[in-house]
């Protein structure tokens, strides 16, 4: 069974300092997603990794992929308090590459105290 | 370019009763998909619509749930009749990615549904 697992589950951290999600997943597929979700929305799409070694930031965001390890991560920056949410990895159901259905991690709740 | 719509946003329901969840995806996206967050476990995937087709529906948790997408627009998923264990966060998402090599899904907001 395919399965991804997120580390940690809950976070609280302050405003300025660094921290790293991450995320194991058992698949042997190449592609794997981040998504934000704040409390009451949509999960919004924030990467999309396609290969081992991919490197993919977007503000005070990065994350990267180890297709041999089967890891991600998503290393946050000098953080702000408006990047307060959770955050879910996926990966696909089946590692064809086709426009499978994801299955993802439980999440990580992630808090910015200033 | 308006995004994933869902309808409703919430809805309250007793046990046996019968509930229907609307999708309505982006304009021109192929790919449907409807994914269940019970409380405190993972998003789920439940189910993938090309167009009106069933594309892989191993997610279904049982026969109580039907899932349907007329003329490959809209989806509904219907559940009937409800168990205290359907209760949770539907999402739906689309795609457009006609060669799936990317396979970015854009979700909508969910529909929280409680079975009492």
Partial sequence: ELKVEQNPLFLSMQEGKNYTIYCNYSTTSDRLYWYRQDPGKSLESLFVLLSNGAVKQEGRLMASLDTKARLSTLHITAAVHDLSATYFCAVDRYSGGGADGLTFGKGTHLIIQP | ?116
């Fill in chain 2, 1 to 116: 370019e308006a995004g994933v719509t869902q309808f409703p946003s919430h809805s309250v329901i007793e046990k046996g009763q019968t509930v229907t969840l609307r999708c309505d995806p982006i304009s021109g996206h192929d790919n449907l998909y409807w994914y269940r967050r019970v409380m405190g476990k993972e998003i789920k995937f439940l189910l993938h619509f090309v167009k009106e087709s069933k594309q892989d529906e191993s997610g279904m948790p049982n026969n109580r749930f039907l899932a349907e997408r007329t003329g490959g627009t809209y989806s509904t998923l219907k559940v009937q009749p409800a168990e205290l264990e359907d209760s949770g966060v539907y999402f739906c998402a689309s795609s457009n990615d006609p060669i799936s090599s990317y396979n970015e899904q854009f979700f909508g907001p969910g529909t929280r549904l409680t079975v009492l």
